[in-house]
């Protein structure tokens, strides 16, 4: 059975600070994929990475997939409110295969 | 381009009835998943429909169906209704061409409650 594990389950941290979320499995992964969803809404997409140790930023976030694209990890530069909302990694192990996801990080961030 | 609608966003239904929930995906898009998310399982892959075929299928009963139409909107059916199928049903569409074909469009959500 294919599991992505995040970690940690629940981060609540003042603003300004810095973390990382990481996204674990035992299966290789032809991509990855972030997500953000807040209350009441579905996820929305974040980044896809797909080369072992490819690194994407957005903003504040930069993404890291592993070199042997098994992990992924999501690391917040400066916390901000608005940073707010349970992120999701998802991975396939091809175009055709069903999207794993994981069980997601709960993040809050203090004023 | 629109995003992903679903219809009804909200819905109380009674244990044993039965149910369905529709999805128009983003123009274009011919694959659409269905997710359950609830407090406790998180995001569970309930299936995928490409072309009007099911094309992956997660662990969920036979109660739980679905059906893709040649326009590519979907709908999902739950029939006989538990209490535990209380929950935030939604759809995701994608493209189907390069690493485009992994990247989930979310609908906002149906949330079902079972009484």
């Known amino acids: 059975t294919q599991l992505l594990e995040q970690s940690p389950q629940f981060l609540s941290i003042q603003e300004g600070e810095n973390l990382t979320v990481y996204c674990n499995s035992s299966?290789?992964?032809?991509?990855l994929q972030w997500y953000r969803q807040e209350p009441g809404e579905g996820p929305v997409l974040l980044v896809t990475?797909?080369?072992?140790?490819e690194v994407k930023k957005l903003k504040r976030l930069t993404f890291q997939f592993g070199d042997a694209r098994k992990d992924s990890s999501l690391h917040i530069t400066a916390a901000q409110p608005g940073d707010t909302g349970l992120y999701l990694c998802?991975?396939?192990?091809?175009?055709?295969?069903?999207?794993?996801f994981g069980s997601g990080t709960r993040l809050s961030i203090r004023p | 381009k629109a995003g992903v609608t679903q219809t009804p966003r909200y819905l109380i239904k009674t244990r044993g009835q039965q149910v369905t929930l529709s999805c128009s995906p983003i123009?274009?898009?011919?694959?659409v998943s269905w997710y359950q998310q609830t407090p406790g399982q998180g995001l569970q892959f309930l299936f995928e429909?490409?072309?009007?075929?099911?094309?992956n299928k997660g662990n969920f009963p036979g109660r739980f169906s679905g059906r893709q139409f040649s326009n590519s909107r979907s709908e999902m059916n739950v029939s006989t209704l538990e209490l535990g199928d209380s929950a935030l049903y939604l759809c995701?569409?994608?493209?189907?061409?390069?690493?485009?074909?992994?990247?989930?469009?979310f609908g906002p959500g149906t949330r079902l409650t079972v009484t």
């Open positions: 299966s290789v992964f032809s991509s």
């Open positions: 429909y490409f072309s009007e075929t099911q094309r």
């Open positions: 123009s274009g898009h011919r694959s």
């Open positions: 998802a991975g396939a192990r091809s175009s055709a295969s069903k999207i794993i």
């Open positions: 990475v797909v080369t072992g140790g």
């Open positions: 995701a569409s994608s493209s189907t061409s390069g690493t485009a074909s992994y990247e989930q469009y």
